[in-house]
């Protein structure tokens, strides 16, 4: 297990670690309408949380302007109780190298660098490590994913599972506050979105990382600690939380 990753104490109430303040997103092509409506909710350190909704929902939408990378909205986003919102695009690129790990749908690995090196590029943006340790953290990442055997393989080498668990490792390479994803499973088979679920589910409850993810898979989300559900941009079933 990664050693570079504090466990995360149990018990007691757990820390807010996002919120959102009535956050609201207009599209305006072909014609205005509003893609987000009045959404405000919590996420707790170590939740486990998913986004649910069917297509068109917005919960896509809305998992994007939490992770920094769509600024036009309206109300105010929170960040471990910084606001985000109004921040100019370094400021923002800084918060999101720091405190927000992505995984997509598709991996996004670069095929001819080693699984290693992908592993490594977000801490190298950072800058906080030398290159020795930001080396070392990566080999800890695969190894907590079982990957250790595969770091100096090109990515495209890989399997498809064994390329999406790279592209998790490359989201936690920054020990990040949030791990979002957006339908991390969907190009998965059952199998192995069974093995993606379990590391979420280990990263959130032994680490005390959250997860804020969007998914089509019921199964995926009915397992989460606590689901939002979304239809015409609000937010129409939010589970209480435990944390």
Sequence with gaps: MNTMMQKSPIGG???IVL????IGKYFFDPVKFKALDDVSFEAYEGEF??????SGSGKSTLLYCLSTMDTAYEGDIYIKGEKIT?????????????????VFQFHYLLPE?????NVMIPARKLGKYSYDEIESRAYEK?????????????????????????AIARALINNPAILMGDEPTGNLDSKNSAIVFDIFKEIAHEFGQTIIAVTHDNDFAKASDRTIELAD??????????F
């Design 86 to 102: 109004g921040k100019k695009s370094d400021e923002l690129a800084a918060i999101r190298n720091e405190n927000i790990g992505f």
């Design 49 to 54: 949380l998913t986004l649910v909704g069917k």
């Design 19 to 22: 919120s959102t303040n009535g």
């Design 13 to 15: 109430k757990r820390a």
């Design 233 to 242: 941009g609000r937010i129409v079933n939010l589970d209480k939380s435990d």
């Design 142 to 166: 695969l190894k907590m994913l079982g990957l250790q055997e595969q770091a100096l393989k090109p990515a495209s080498k890989l399997s498809g599972g064994q390329q999406q668990r790279v």
């Design 113 to 117: 660098f080693s699984c290693l090196k």
